[in-house]
T-cell receptor, first 120, second 118 residues
């Protein structure tokens, strides 16, 4: 199956700093990637849909200026948490769709392993 | 907006036994996809099984099968011959058909934590 990686797997930062999380599709080109947020013992909440070469589409209630998404290539999308605060501490997960495989027809998303962000 | 409901926060099953996890959803669409994802302690999301709404036949993947009741908007997951490695969070998810031209976002339920006991 298709592989999606995330880097870093965990990060600890001070309040007020910015943190960048990378999401890469390793063996396929992803025109669309998704960013989710998961609080402890809760479900995944979609934050935004990232489209290669265009602006991301954010879900209602997600601050665009707070969570900057860039999808500059077909294999890389980045999420930057700007001026992070303790309430931004969470588990961030990305996923990608493979447009050239049956996954597209089956609407399957391939998930990265997640990034745990802790803001002190 | 579509919603997905999992009414069982926690379930427990003995090894080798069978357990059924419940999921209901709400949508006005006629064509869509339903999924069950497993999230073990590593937190890596793993696709367990998927069902296309236009298919009447219930999907099956080895020990995992679903009971898809379209009219009732119900999508339960049955795990047979449960194994210790099945212990995880299980999320039911809904997605519109990609052929509708939408971004095909996944909407997740709140999850069911499955414990497997000896």
């Amino acid at each position: 199956g298709a592989v999606v990686s995330q880097h870093p797997s965990w990060v600890i930062c001070k309040s007020g700093t910015s943190v960048k999380i990378e999401c890469r599709s390793l063996d396929f080109q992803a025109t669309t990637m998704f960013w989710y947020r998961q609080f402890p013992k809760q479900s995944l909440m979609l934050m935004a849909t990232s489209n290669e070469g265009s602006k991301a589409t954010y879900e209602q209630g997600v601050e665009k200026d707070k969570f900057l998404i860039n999808h500059a290539s077909l294999t890389l999308s980045t999420l930057t948490v700007t001026s992070a605060h303790p309430e931004d501490s969470s588990f961030y997960i990305c996923s990608a769709r493979d447009p050239l495989e049956l996954a597209e027809a089956y609407n399957e998303q391939f998930f990265g392993p997640g990034t745990r962000l802790t803001v002190l | 907006a579509q919603t997905v409901t999992q009414s069982q926060p926690e379930m427990s099953v003995q090894e080798a036994e069978t357990v059924t996890l419940s999921c209901t959803y709400d949508t006005s669409e006629s064509d869509y996809y339903l999924f069950w994802y497993k999230q073990p302690p590593s937190r890596q999301m793993i696709l367990v099984i998927r069902q296309e709404a236009y298919k009447q036949q219930n999907a099956t993947e080895n020990r995992f099968s679903v009971n898809f009741q379209k009219a009732a908007k119900s999508f339960s997951l049955k795990i047979s011959d449960s194994q210790l490695g099945d212990a995880a969070m299980y999320f039911c998810a809904y997605s519109p058909s990609p052929f509708t031209g939408t971004a095909s976002k996944l909407t997740f339920g709140t999850g069911t934590r499955l414990q497997v006991t000896l």
